[in-house]
């Protein structure tokens, strides 16, 4: 069975075989992972079905690749919208609810007018109802708790915590560089 192209990205692992990220996990389009191929900069782990051809060669997709030089990744983590949410949990830090990010919102505990700085320890993830319900005012005046005090997270604490909510898709020949939905053995 033929799957399109764009459907076949590859899973790009560090040389020592993790992943470069978890979440967003770490994937190259097939055209950067065939160039990779070519230019010899990565191993290829595992491979799709699929492949491309000329008149005179073909070769398979890759579906896992590795790369040859150990690429030393940064402990602290970019902060963005996404990685507030992510060290949240993806639940409102005043009512506790998970939801998905398009129903997120950050909000400043102390607010931006008051003094406070947009910044690990002064954002965290808020729902809408709650966010407005607190409006502007400081998280005492608002007549609220904050369930955990917002803190600069490391990577390590960011893909631990990524593990626990998988993409919606992953190649079956992923799952052994994974740890989402693995099966051990009986033996």
């Not at 708790?145 to 079956?172: C, D, E, M, T």
């Amino acid at each position: 069975m033929s799957v399109a192209l764009d459907s076949c990205p590859a899973l790009v692992l560090n040389a020592d075989f993790r992943p470069l990220n978890y979440f967003p996990l770490s994937l190259w389009s097939w055209q950067n992972s065939v160039k990779a191929v070519f230019l010899d900069r990565v191993n290829v782990v595992s491979e799709y079905d699929n492949a491309i051809h000329s008149p005179t060669w073909e070769m398979k997709l890759p579906s896992v690749i590795s790369l040859k030089d150990y690429v030393n990744v940064s402990t602290k983590p970019a902060f963005t919208r996404f990685n507030v949410f992510l060290r949240d949990r993806f639940s409102c830090q005043y009512c506790g609810h998970h939801f998905p990010t398009q129903e997120l919102t950050f909000d400043h505990v102390l607010p931006k007018s008051l003094g406070g700085r947009t910044e690990w320890a002064n954002v965290v993830a808020a729902c809408s109802h709650c966010n407005l319900r607190k409006a502007n005012k400081s998280v005492t005046k608002s007549g609220m708790q904050i369930l955990k005090k917002p803190v600069q997270p490391n990577n390590k604490y960011l893909q631990r915590v990524g593990r626990a909510f998988p993409p919606n898709y992953l190649h079956k020949s992923w799952r052994d560089f994974l740890y989402w939905d693995s099966e051990l053995e009986n033996s």
